[in-house]
T-cell receptor, first 110, second 114 residues
Framework: GQQVMQIPQYQHVQEGEDFTTYCNSS?????IQWYKQRPGGHPVFLIQ?????EVKKQKRLTFQFGEAKKNSSLHITATQTTDVGTYFC??????????FGTGTSLTVIP | DGGITQSPKYLFRKEGQNVTLSCEQN?????MYWYRQDPGQGLRLIYY???????QKGDIAEGYSVSREKKESFPLTVTSAQKNPTAFYLC?????????????FGSGTQLSVL
């Protein structure tokens, strides 16, 4: 069935270092979404990518959708303690529902 | 203040007991969803509903039941048939069904077994 694999599962960085999480799918995705979940909180929508090779930026966050629409990445430049949380990608299944990746838990060390 | 409200925040279930988790939204969204979140795993879809009086099973529906009698409400019952119910349960909604819509999540219910 549809699976979206996300790596790494955990990442610890010093404040000011960069961070990247990757999502990979075995099948072509029509779109991909990214969510952030703060510790003890609920997922909050960040962005949706639709076009092949699309790149979108939100301040220090850069989102990319691969040319083949099978992978995506989220890159954070110069991490801050406010970036702490788990980042999930979500892609559509064959049943047109969301399939969430396992998430990458980011810890930022001050 | 619009949004999705889940209650209770914490819930404890005894052996053989059914428990119901509440989810209410005032966003006028058609679609509603229930997800289960376990440590180290992604969100897994339990049930979803596109419209009142209609709902479909997700990937892990066994041991759960839902109803959608009103547009605003989508309660989830964790039955005694669910042998491993301890998890964080998230309710979500979207304006319409489909993955071009973004999901709005409630604050979740942590269910534990006594």
């Amino acid at each position: 069935g549809q699976q979206v694999m996300q790596i790494p599962q955990y990442q610890h960085v010093q404040e000011g270092e960069d961070f990247t999480t990757y999502c990979n799918s075995s099948t072509t995705l029509s779109n991909i979404q990214w969510y952030k979940q703060r510790p003890g909180g609920h997922p909050v929508f960040l962005i949706q990518l639709v076009k092949s090779g699309e790149v979108k930026k939100q301040k220090r966050l850069t989102f990319q959708f691969g040319e083949a629409k099978k992978n995506s990445s989220l890159h954070i430049t110069a991490t801050q303690t406010t970036d702490v949380g788990t980042y999930f990608c979500a892609g559509p299944t064959t049943g047109n529902q969301f399939y969430f990746g396992t998430g990458t838990s980011l810890t930022v060390i001050p | 203040d619009g949004g999705i409200t889940q209650s209770p925040k914490y819930l404890f279930r005894k052996e053989g007991q059914n428990v119901t988790l509440s989810c209410e939204q005032n966003l006028n969204h058609d679609a509603m969803y229930w997800y289960r979140q376990d440590p180290g795993q992604g969100l897994r879809l339990i049930y979803y509903s596109q419209i009142v009086n209609d709902f479909q099973k997700g990937d892990i529906a066994e041991g759960y039941s839902v109803s959608r009698e009103k547009k605003e409400s989508f309660p989830l019952t964790v039955t005694s048939a669910q042998k491993n119910p301890t998890a964080f349960y998230l309710c979500a909604s979207s304006p319409r069904e489909g993955t071009n819509e973004k999901l709005f999540f409630g604050s979740g219910t942590q269910l534990s077994v006594l």
